[in-house]
């Protein structure tokens, strides 16, 4: 605790000398050379793991992943990479962005080189980050791409070359796919949110400075002397010092949440979250495990039998269309992905509507005509505990086929759970309290947080169910 005061007394220093946070900003923005070495030796390590897995032979069912490519890579990949890149988002803000990212890091390089075009309108369009999201989260389902190396290959390495070819034909030197088309970047814009750092801006000290100063290189286009949030900075240091007006700080990590207003609330991340994050993702993490999905398969499947139709139950998809490994006895018929679409669709629906409902109703509880949107960006939390209990799911089932006891994990699990949960009701109870509409009196404040807190609950119960 004492550390935690010191940390945070050294951010406010007062004799004008840098304080411990600043001088971490101060030492990226000095040592760029220090962090392109780290991004091409993060990128050498990464095309090797995501090509080499794709052209070995599947692994036999008793082979253990330390000492196995492909397992390896698969462990790596999607048992420590997500789920830890994505709770880096929260501790950090998108640091792995700025300094690890090689699909970032590589698309700088080739806007470097490249041709340097203006961005289209087309690609400015704010709902890409949600479309990119849900259309990969579905494809990744339908091909299996936490199981199998030529899976990921095709989405990871083709997201990889698509950001390549976006550098090289937009921007000048910039991140123009980090930007606006990055599937995963409106989810860590979400979380970064959260993040108890930021690169603070203090805009009089900025509009006073006296000299010009030559414009930041700041790869994801933000503008940086507005900027009052952690959602696009990509945490990169370069910025540190401009103008003396910007700073690597602590906050309190509700604040940019709560200070959200109306005006800056944006629609289409409030989408990706209810619908997104907690609709798609959630489906996409628990079809396999339900017992509905194996008794609607049962059922239809007997169905069609009794009816002679056959064709759904082919299995001649490639398996870049449908998962297709015969060797491990993993194949795909056209209903298993009708299915999985379906229930994940269904999943969607159901939480997203719900959501969808709830917002309507506190905003009519509130007296507000527009949907308030902003009180979803309260859902952040729970957004994050759920997609992490998802990502790591593959990661404990991999340690337990390694043998490893690991009973304390399904308390754990719930404790992240209710932590999130929790988390989110406190934000939501705030930003109520701030609703500036006076006629919101207490008790349809109440009834109003209740109305989101409902869907909440079913997100969790689906968890623990
Ligand atoms: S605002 Fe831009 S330059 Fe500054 S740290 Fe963030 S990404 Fe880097």
Not at 19 to 34: C, I, P, Y
Not at 167 to 193: I, N, T
Not at 231 to 260: D, F, T, Y
Not at 385 to 414: C, D, H, N, Y
Request: proline share 5%.
């Amino acid at each position: 605790m004492k550390q935690i005061n010191n940390l945070i007394h050294t951010t406010a220093s007062e004799n004008g000398s840098p304080t411990r946070l600043q001088a971490v900003g101060d030492w990226m923005r000095d040592h760029r050379g220090f962090i392109q070495a780290i991004q091409w030796a993060v990128i050498i390590f990464y095309l090797a793991l995501v090509i080499t897995p794709a052209f070995l032979p599947l692994p036999k069912a008793y082979a253990h992943f330390y000492e196995n490519l492909v397992l390896f890579a698969q462990f790596l990949f999607w048992g420590i990479w997500w789920p830890f890149v994505m709770l880096s988002m929260i501790l950090f803000g998108r640091l792995w962005c700025g300094v690890f990212c090689p699909e970032g890091a590589l698309s700088e390089w080739a806007s470097r080189h490249g041709r340097g075009g203006a961005i289209p309108r087309w690609m400015r369009w704010s709902g890409w980050p949600f479309t990119a999201f849900v259309l990969t989260t579905l494809y990744g389902q339908l091909i299996s791409v936490y199981e199998y190396p030529k899976a990921a290959l095709l989405i990871l390495g083709g997201s990889t070359v698509a950001a390549m070819v976006v550098g090289f034909l937009y921007g000048r030197g910039k991140r123009v796919w980090c930007r606006h088309l990055c599937p995963a970047s409106g989810v860590f814009s979400l979380l970064a949110r959260l993040a108890p750092v930021h690169f603070r801006v203090d805009r009089e000290t900025w509009r006073q400075a006296p000299r010009r100063t030559p414009a930041v290189d700041c790869a994801p286009l933000i503008n940086i002397a507005d900027m009052t949030g952690n959602s696009a900075c990509h945490m990169c240091g370069r910025c540190s010092e401009h103008r003396e007006a910007v700073a690597l700080s602590v906050r309190s990590p509700n604040r940019e949440i709560l200070s959200l207003s109306a005006e800056t609330a944006n629609r289409w991340d409030a989408l990706l979250l209810i619908f997104g994050l907690l609709g798609v993702a959630t489906g996409a993490f628990q079809w396999s495990a339900s017992p509905w999905f194996v008794q609607l398969k049962q059922g239809l499947a007997d169905w069609l039998i009794e009816h002679d139709v056959y064709w759904p139950l082919g299995d001649g998809a490639p398996w870049w269309v449908l998962t297709h490994y015969p060797e491990t006895n993993d194949v795909f018929t056209w209903l298993d992905g009708a299915l999985i679409l379906f229930y994940i669709g269904a999943t969607t629906l159901i939480i997203g509507g719900a959501f969808m409902l709830a917002l309507r109703l506190a905003g009519w509880l509130l007296g507000q005509r527009e949907l308030p949107w902003r009180l979803a960006y309260a859902l952040t939390p729970l957004a994050g505990s759920s997609v992490f209990l998802g990502l790591s799911a593959l990661t404990v089932s991999m340690l337990k086929a390694e043998r490893l006891a690991l009973p304390w994990v399904p308390q754990l699990r719930i404790a992240l759970l209710a932590a999130g949960l929790l988390w989110s009701g406190w934000l939501l109870w705030r930003m109520l309290a701030k609703t500036p509409d006076e006629g919101a009196t207490l008790t349809r404040r109440t009834f109003a947080w209740a109305a989101l807190m409902g869907p909440a609950g079913l997100v969790a119960g689906s968890w623990i169910g």
